[in-house]
């Protein structure tokens, strides 16, 4: 079992019993999350939106997915059941890509055993997984007490100073300024090294193997290292990824959403770091 994932045949083997799922589907541009989880769940998955309950209100000066008020969060926690100790797997239909985001939050908050379902609801439906309908009972409130600050955080300021590896968990598509739909300005961060998230997975949308992430990841070397991605989501993505190689890294929760709107702040294109 490993500390960051857990496979879909180790979830149906699990004899935890007060394991916690949270379902994280969402997707941007596709508003349908509740849907998609009252057309088919993990059996006792309790719904999380990734937009009102991983996030704080958007704002140009604070980014799409500002982190969350942590009284705000442990409010959400224990809404969905989430008592002291238990242990807590997390999961979407897209890799992990949302569901990372519950992760890091939940690990910054303090809590130490939280994994995301490697593969998600496919790899889930694939093992033999059954699938649930409609909107499970409310679960009993939970106890949890979330103290945060527990991985590393960096705001623009930070970013504009970094002296270690900067990496950019967007498509390199918007790395490269070619294309951009959503903010202001498009290219990255100077000095920004393009690591896309979507090639952290395989052709079944699980992780690589630990070796290969340790391969993806060899010439960072020692360095501190930094994410950021669009709005502080996929970049979770990237984290995990690294910490399965052995590697600790800082979220950028701004990310470019934020960066972007600040005419102060230097943009880069192109194929090269800036």
């Known amino acids: 079992m490993n500390a960051v994932l857990i496979s879909a045949e180790e979830l149906r083997e699990s004899t935890e019993k007060d394991l916690r799922l949270l379902d994280v589907r969402w997707q941007l541009g596709d508003p349908d999350g509740p849907q998609h989880y009252q057309n088919g769940h993990i059996p006792g998955a309790v719904f999380v939106d990734l937009d009102t309950e991983l996030a704080a209100l958007p704002s140009p000066a604070h980014g799409r997915h500002p982190l969350p008020d942590p009284s705000r969060l442990q409010k959400c926690a224990r809404s969905w ?42 790899a889930w439906t694939r093992s033999g997984g059954e699938l649930a309908t409609g909107v499970e009972p409310d679960p009993a409130p939970g106890d949890i007490e979330l103290r945060p600050g527990r991985l590393p955080v960096i705001d623009a300021d930070a970013v504009a100073r970094w002296e270690g590896v900067l990496l950019d968990a967007r498509a390199a598509e918007r790395y490269r300024g070619e294309q951009e739909h959503v903010d ?19 052709q079944d949308g699980c992780f690589l193997p630990e070796n290969l992430l340790r391969e993806r990841f060899g010439e960072i070397g020692e360095a501190p290292v930094a994410v950021y991605c669009g709005s502080g989501v996929t970049a979770a993505h990237a984290i995990a990824a690294l910490a399965v190689a052995g590697v600790q890294a800082a979220l950028y929760p701004g990310s470019w959403s934020q960066w972007a709107h600040d005419p102060k702040r230097p943009v880069a294109t192109g194929v090269s770091a800036g």
Do not use: K, Q
């Not at 989430?82 to 939940?106: E, F, H, K, N, Q």
């Open 184 to 202: 202001p300005r498009a290219g990255h961060i100077p000095g920004a090294i393009s690591a896309p998230s979507s090639e952290n997975l395989d």
């Open 81 to 122: 059941g989430l008592c002291t100790g238990d242990p807590v797997v997390v999961y979407d239909a897209i890799g992990g890509m949302s569901a990372a985001r519950a992760w890091w939050l939940l690990r910054w908050a303090g809590i130490a055993d939280v994994r995301i379902l490697d593969g998600g609801l496919p």
